[in-house]
């Protein structure tokens, strides 16, 4: 073996770089060089997290000709550097997971440190960071989402006040903020008097007529002005969040236009509606060349397996992605998808359902869902459902196959019976 005193195993790809560990009020910047003789310079400096501070970072950066730099996704408060320093640098942006320090080493110097170390050797697997557009989108539907997640909470709030007043209206009718059930829950705010089965017949609309009388029977319960209170306070809460869901739905589809026949092509795979079809564009966007192939794209949303092998034997392959907006979403689609009848997904999910369960299934009907969309919107193509009777064909097609190959290695001929 030859030994040479110049090589390095790990060969240096930016001479001259930054890390930044970022914090609420403070940011620790190292920039790291090397001198004419080869040796490792570092020069460290604190700023504020001031819009000022940023801009102060930004021009010592740029009087060092610094090309790129480095900080971990911490929180929110990578946001406002990234601000700052998108167009004029390159920012990559870490998990911290990946990039852990040696321990009882850790400063908030020793941290930028580290990540310049790391950085200037190519070590740092970047996150997407999607385009300004993108990501004004997921603002909007990221807020749409937790808007519904708020009125969901509030409705359970109204069955729990309901029960402790011995309210059983949800015992009649199938949706309690249907047109009837609101209409109910109005008298019981506005009417103070005892109510009679006429003001409920007034209430009742579509296949409820009919049920007058187990209505009037519902509302007799322990209703007070207390409940009274609490109910209108409730419904308010609600009529203004659902008020500022159909204003969002406004805003999302003004600032999505131009990419109508995209989201067109995106409906058209079995599971997948307006506002899900609109999620899914905000998360990642209509240009997907941060995503060579769809299975980095799998991989970036947490729908796939990871590899945990050693000495040859593979170990629990679940994905490291816990928590992942486009994860979520994909599995919400899988859903609906297999109950649409005459759809492959629905066939695909049962027969993997039986063999892993279903929730490995769901997240395995997830995976392929957003397969098909990366090639929808990579390739323009539109989306194309297999049908239900696809593996059952295809299973039929193979088996006639190894019957046959089977048959001659035994020296007969496979004949089929027309019946």
Same mark, same amino acid.
């Given at each position: 073996?030859t030994?040479?005193d110049? @090589?390095?195993?790990?060969?240096?790809?930016?001479?001259?770089?930054?890390?930044?560990?970022?914090?609420?009020?403070?940011?620790?910047?190292?920039?790291?060089?090397?001198?004419?003789?080869?040796?490792?310079?570092?020069?460290?400096? %604190?700023?504020?997290?001031?819009?000022?501070?940023?801009?102060?970072?930004?021009? /010592?950066?740029?009087?060092?000709?610094?090309?790129?730099?480095?900080?971990?996704?911490?929180?929110?408060?990578?946001?406002?550097?990234?601000n700052?320093?998108?167009?004029?640098?390159?920012?990559?942006?870490?998990?911290?997971?990946?990039?852990?320090?040696?321990?009882?080493?850790?400063?908030?110097?020793?941290?930028?440190?580290?990540?310049?170390?790391?950085?200037r050797?190519?070590?740092?697997?970047?996150s997407?960071?999607?385009?300004?557009?993108?990501?004004?989108? +997921?603002?909007? &539907? +990221?807020?749409?989402?937790?808007?519904?997640?708020?009125?969901?909470?509030?409705r359970?709030?109204?069955?729990?006040?309901?029960?402790?007043?011995?309210?059983?209206?949800?015992?009649?009718?199938?949706?309690?903020?249907?047109?009837?059930?609101?209409?109910?829950?109005?008298?019981?705010?506005?009417?103070?008097?005892?109510?009679?089965?006429?003001?409920?017949?007034?209430?009742?609309?579509?296949?409820?007529?009919?049920?007058?009388?187990?209505?009037?029977? @519902?509302?007799?319960?322990?209703?007070?002005?207390?409940?009274?209170?609490?109910?209108?306070?409730?419904?308010? &809460?609600?009529?203004?969040?659902?008020?500022?869901?159909?204003a969002?739905?406004?805003?999302?589809?003004?600032?999505?236009?131009?990419?109508?026949?995209?989201?067109e092509?995106?409906?058209?795979?079995?599971?997948?509606?307006? %506002?899900?079809?609109?999620?899914?564009?905000?998360?990642?966007?209509?240009?997907?060349?941060?995503?060579?192939?769809?299975?980095?794209?799998?991989?970036?949303?947490?729908?796939?397996?990871?590899?945990?092998?050693?000495a040859?034997?593979?170990?629990?392959?679940? @994905?490291?992605?816990?928590?992942?907006?486009?994860? &979520?979403?994909?599995?919400?689609?899988a859903?609906?998808?297999?109950k649409?009848?005459g759809s492959?997904?629905?066939?695909?999910?049962?027969?993997?359902?039986?063999?892993?369960g279903?929730?490995?299934?769901?997240?395995?009907?997830?995976?392929?869902?957003?397969?098909?969309?990366?090639?929808?919107?990579?390739?323009?193509?539109?989306?194309?459902?297999?049908?239900?009777?696809?593996?059952?064909?295809?299973?039929?097609s193979?088996?006639?196959?190894?019957? /046959?190959?089977?048959?001659l290695?035994?020296?007969?001929?496979?004949?089929?019976? &027309?019946?």
């Amino acid at each position: 073996m030859t030994r040479r005193d110049d @090589s390095r195993i790990i060969g240096v790809v930016y001479p001259i770089c930054c890390g930044l560990d970022v914090h609420k009020e403070s940011i620790s910047a190292c920039v790291i060089w090397a001198d004419k003789d080869g040796v490792d310079q570092y020069e460290v400096e %604190v700023f504020g997290t001031f819009t000022d501070d940023l801009m102060r970072l930004r021009q /010592r950066l740029l009087d060092y000709e610094c090309p790129v730099v480095a900080m971990e996704s911490t929180g929110i408060y990578w946001r406002p550097v990234h601000n700052v320093l998108e167009g004029y640098l390159r920012v990559v942006l870490v998990n911290a997971r990946d990039i852990k320090n040696v321990p009882g080493r850790k400063t908030d110097i020793g941290d930028s440190k580290w990540l310049a170390g790391l950085l200037r050797h190519g070590l740092l697997k970047s996150s997407f960071i999607p385009p300004q557009q993108v990501r004004q989108w +997921r603002d909007l &539907t +990221r807020l749409r989402k937790k808007y519904v997640q708020t009125v969901g909470d509030y409705r359970k709030r109204t069955h729990k006040l309901f029960e402790s007043a011995n309210i059983k209206i949800d015992s009649v009718v199938s949706d309690l903020f249907g047109v009837t059930g609101r209409n109910l829950m109005d008298l019981l705010v506005t009417d103070r008097k005892a109510l009679t089965l006429s003001d409920v017949a007034g209430c009742v609309r579509g296949q409820l007529r009919g049920k007058e009388a187990e209505l009037f029977r @519902s509302i007799q319960g322990f209703f007070t002005d207390h409940h009274r209170f609490i109910l209108k306070m409730l419904l308010s &809460t609600i009529a203004t969040l659902e008020a500022q869901i159909e204003a969002l739905d406004h805003e999302i589809g003004c600032a999505m236009k131009g990419n109508e026949p995209l989201l067109e092509r995106m409906k058209k795979a079995p599971g997948i509606s307006d %506002v899900s079809a609109f999620d899914i564009l905000a998360e990642i966007g209509p240009n997907l060349d941060s995503f060579p192939t769809d299975s980095s794209l799998a991989s970036w949303s947490g729908l796939c397996p990871g590899n945990n092998e050693s000495a040859g034997k593979r170990k629990s392959g679940r @994905s490291p992605v816990k928590k992942h907006h486009l994860k &979520t979403i994909m599995i919400e689609v899988a859903w609906a998808a297999i109950k649409k009848k005459g759809s492959y997904f629905k066939d695909k999910y049962y027969r993997l359902k039986a063999r892993r369960g279903p929730k490995k299934a769901i997240v395995a009907i997830a995976h392929r869902i957003l397969l098909g969309i990366y090639h929808v919107i990579k390739d323009g193509v539109d989306f194309r459902d297999l049908g239900e009777d696809y593996l059952t064909l295809k299973n039929k097609s193979q088996k006639i196959f190894h019957l /046959r190959r089977q048959a001659l290695s035994l020296g007969f001929d496979l004949v089929s019976q &027309t019946m």
